[in-house]
Structures are given as C-alpha cells and as structure tokens.
C-alpha cells in the first residue's frame, strides 16, 4: 500500500513554508498584485528557506537529494501564500533543476554552485511560444547544428525574469532530428532580444517577457546533457506535477476564505454556510482540492521511484487546471458582491487560476 504521510523532515519544511506564506506573503500579496511588482524582500525571504539547494545532492555541493513528492508539497504551500511569489522563488529550479537530472559533469560542476549562494540567482527557463495551438513536442524554436555551434532560432513567450537572466535554458527543435533539446544560453549573447514585459490577467507580481532568438550561436557543449542529451518528457512531466500542487494550493487559499467567510457572514438571522446551496458548494471543493492533491501526490511519487508517470502526470495536471477554476470561481460566488471587488483576495486566485491550462513550463519540482 502506497503511504502518503510526510517524513519528519517533509513535515518540518511544510510548516516552515506555511508560516512564511501566512506571515510574509500575505500581507503584501494584494499590493504586489496591484502594483504588478514582485516583494523582492519577501521572495529573497523565500529563497533563503533553502528548496533548491536542498534538492541538489550533497555530491553536488548541495545538502539533499531531489525529490518530486517534497517538491509539490513545498509548491503548494507557497501557492497558499501567493501564486506569483510561489513562482518568482522556483523560478531558479527552471535551470537547476534540468542540469541536476540531465546536465553532464562540466555543466553541473560550473552551473549549480550558482544556486548555492545566498543571493537569488539570475536564471530561468525558456519553454512556451506564443500562439494559440502551443505544443511542446512541436516547437517552432529550431536549433541549427554547424560545426562545433548551434544556431537558435524563434519566439519564446511568458519567460519569468528574463529581463535580469543571467543564463536561460532554452528549449528548441533540432532541426536534423526533430528531437526536442535544451541548450544553455547566456542572457547578454548576441541576438537575445528581450522584449517588453508581457501585461497577464493573472501573475501580475511576477515580471515575465517575450524573449526573441535571432541566429544566436551557442557552443555545441552548451546542449543540456551533452552528446546523450535529456529526457524531455521527465521534465515535462515534473512541470505538470509542479503546476498541479500550485494549482492545489490556490484552490486552497480561496476554499479557507470561503469557508470562514460564509461562517462569519450572518443573513436572515443564520451564518450562510448553513444554507443547502452554500454548504454544498463548499463541501464540492473541499473534495476537488482533496482529489487533486491526491492525483498530484501519486504523478510525483512515480517520477521519485524513476518510472515512467506520463499518464499520472497529465491527468493531475488537466484536472488540476479544470478545478482551480471551478474552485476559485466558487469562492467568488460565496463572497458575492464582495467577491468581485479587488480589495478581496478570492478575485485575485480566480485570475490566477484561470491561467494553469497556460502554465506548462513555469515550474518544476
């Protein structure tokens, strides 16, 4: 029987998580969204707990082991807090993470001591492309093999904090074989052209932008995994995890507000959580935010035993994206008026939630 109770160490890192989102992100959450600036105290806050170094192996010059099931748990914590903070402080995995699985001794020895420091370290991840039918098998970023360089082309969208990346791995389509690769790209090379910063309904605190590809010419040794390459559907699949305990922790977020609001809010002489309507419609998500962490839960602990969680991995993902809309949308509902006015937080998860079917390639665990 598969057994889902968190080590003591799992349980330590979720409380500390848990302050940190109530106690730090919170409060400053709705002015950050409002500002559509990132907390840069509190996401250096949030650096500091330590998950990706933790997640680097100690004969990596980390002080863990990388797991997949503690990497959700952390997600959905910080997406209790804040989407756009939980998302500013994993972008660093979006690079870390790939070189640890799949990167080769050199790129590991001189790329992940960046990700050890105290600073928050300028790299991310370049996936998505703007368009309406994205697909990650089909990328229309081409990587052109010539001699001992590669030359990348195309149109990257929803890149987060490219305007400050140092390094940004790059995901493109081998134009010989078709095969999806990534390549590490310094962020001052010749032909990156940063574009203006991209205005989302959601994630308003956290800065992504249009990245633009121009003949830019990469050493070939800049091809994450070298000659052997990665797996791309492994990564892919820890994003749709990633993306799913996000998804699991605004649905959370905006249940709790719900819940004790409609616990709080007197009509007719009665708290309206006790009327049929409102009594169901809470106990409806209380049971989709439980069913997806569930699915979530069961994608990671495949990929922590290495086999193959692709179709554990998409499900949670497509049902996580359907239920934190539903969710948020209900705690709107439950609010009423008050659920559509900025100064309450469920209209913001319900911006945010609306995005995941978006997502794929803006974490990772």
Known sequence: MVSFTPTEEQQLLIETIRRYAVKDVRPVAHDADEASAPPLDVVKTGWQIGLIPSAIPEELGGFGEMSAVTGALAAEELAFG?????????????????????????????????????????ATAALLEPGVFFDPHELQTTASVSGSKVILNGVKACVPLADEAEYLLVYARNTETGQVEAYIVDGQAAGVQIEKRELLMGLRALPTFRVKFSDVSVDISARLGGAVGMNYDTLLNRSRVALGALAVGVARASFEYARDYAKQRVQF?????????????????????????????????????????????CQAQRYAERMALQVTDHGVQILGGYGFIREYPVERWLRNGRGFPTFLGLAIV
């Not at 989407?83 to 001794?105: D, Q, R």
């Not at 790129?107 to 370290?121: A, I, V």
């Open 82 to 122: 804040d989407l756009s903070v939980a998302m500013h402080v994993l972008t660093p995995a979006l690079f870390a993470y790939p070189v640890v699985l799949f990167g080769t001794a050199e790129q590991r020895e001189n790329l992940l001591p960046l990700f050890l420091e105290e600073s928050f370290p300028a």
């Open 269 to 313: 002489g009665k708290p309206i959580a006790q009327n049929q309507a409102i009594a169901f419609m809470l106990a409806e998500m209380a049971i989709e935010i439980d069913a997806t962490r569930l699915m979530v839960w069961e994608a990671a602990w495949k990929l922590d035993r290495g086999e193959d969680a692709t179709r554990e991995a």
